[in-house]
């Protein structure tokens, strides 16, 4: 499984942006889905995740309700909509992938990640 991260950028706060994971693999389907995210200097750090059986959605305190985890299995692609950023959503962003056929998704124990891609929040 490979993964491809996209859609990141320069934004001022309050922007948007939307990320996407596309995702090498015969079926989407039976895969969980994580974004994560590590800024200069610290510990990467859990943001969201949608899990593959019924597309539950799971988010870290520090982006609920300004994020939002989709998924297009057809497209193999995952998705993550973030509204009214801040500066210190500053940071790389991953998507990974696990084989879990579940309700719930891993909070870090993901098997395939993918390359990173920047995002920078301008005050």
């Known amino acids: 499984v490979q993964l491809q991260a996209s859609g990141g950028g320069l934004v001022q706060s309050g922007g948007s942006l939307r990320l996407s994971c596309a995702a090498s693999?015969?079926?989407?389907?039976?895969?969980?889905i994580g974004w994560f995210r590590q800024a200069p200097g610290k510990e990467r750090e859990w943001v969201s995740c949608?899990?593959?059986?019924?597309?539950?959605?799971y988010y870290a305190d520090s982006v609920k309700g300004r994020f939002t985890i989709s998924r297009d299995n057809a497209k193999k692609t995952v998705y993550l909509q973030m509204n009214s950023l801040k500066p210190e959503d500053t940071a790389v962003y991953y998507c990974?992938?696990?084989?879990?056929?579940?309700?719930?998704?891993?909070?870090?124990?993901?098997?395939?990640w993918g390359q990173g891609t920047q995002v920078t929040v301008s005050s």
């Open positions: 990974a992938a696990d084989l879990v056929i579940a309700t719930i998704c891993p909070r870090y124990e993901y098997e395939y």
């Open positions: 693999v015969f079926s989407l389907d039976y895969y969980a």
């Open positions: 949608i899990s593959s059986s019924d597309g539950s959605t």
